[in-house]
């Protein structure tokens, strides 16, 4: 069965640099999450995006912006990177509805050196 | 504000042991989803068990086994008979009625020594 797709799944910057991550949600699932996770830490919550709609809002910096685009798939724009952004950036998708089942893609590995 | 908390940080067991892993967590809804993940070295979320509040029956899945008490906000995970390959970090996860998004505990490492 098809999974939720991310890439790159490595990227290494430099500080001040910007990201793009990409995530590509199983086939008909029409919500998008993102999360990340510190070296050490559970994941946190950034953003959901529902219908191309934002959908939900975490702790996600102003630096950070995401849209989900009429493919559904959703990106992730990290600007003016800093060293604490290193982190491994999930992606889950789900079809929303009341189960709540999120797939979690297999994460993109952000090194701000 | 939703809340999870593994009190364990870090198991030890010789392989063939049983694990239990603590979770209690907060929240006001009065609908809302529990979860537990797996993290392997390699880095990706595995889901392992779902379990909604209005289901308290407690199951056994293969090795894996819970026990969800709404009492005591509790929802703890079982392993029987640990592997080397259960070796991971676990995190009890909580989702509300509204919005989805998945609150994490701080996760317990556990290794499985041969």
């Known amino acids: 069965a098809a999974g939720v797709i991310q890439s790159p799944r490595h990227l290494i910057k430099e500080k001040r640099e910007t990201a793009t991550l990409k995530c590509y949600p199983i086939?008909?699932?029409?919500?998008v999450y993102w999360y990340q996770q510190g070296p050490g830490q559970d994941p946190q919550f950034l953003i959901s995006f529902y219908e191309k709609m934002q959908s939900d809002k975490g702790s996600i910096p102003d630096r950070f912006s995401a849209q989900q685009f009429s493919d559904y798939h959703s990106e992730l724009n990290m600007s003016s990177l800093e060293l604490g952004d290193s982190a491994l950036y999930f992606c889950a998708s789900s079809f929303r509805d009341f189960n709540n089942e999120q797939f979690f893609g297999p994460g993109t590995r952000l090194t701000v050196l | 504000a939703q809340k999870v908390t593994q009190a364990q940080t870090e198991i030890s067991v010789v392989e063939k042991e049983d694990v239990t892993l603590d979770c209690v967590y907060e929240t006001r809804d009065t609908t809302y989803y529990l979860f537990w993940y797996k993290q392997p070295p390699s880095g990706e979320l595995v889901f392992l068990i779902r379990?909604?509040?209005?289901?308290?029956q407690n199951e056994i899945s293969g090795r894996y086994s819970w026990n969800f008490q709404k009492s005591t906000s509790s929802f703890n995970f079982t392993i029987t008979a640990s592997q080397v390959v259960d070796s991971a970090v676990y995190f009890c996860a909580l989702s509300g009625a509204a919005g989805n998004k998945l609150t994490f505990g701080g996760g317990t490492r556990v290794l499985v020594k041969p």
């Open positions: 379990r909604n509040s209005f289901d308290e």
């Open positions: 086939p008909r699932h029409d919500t």
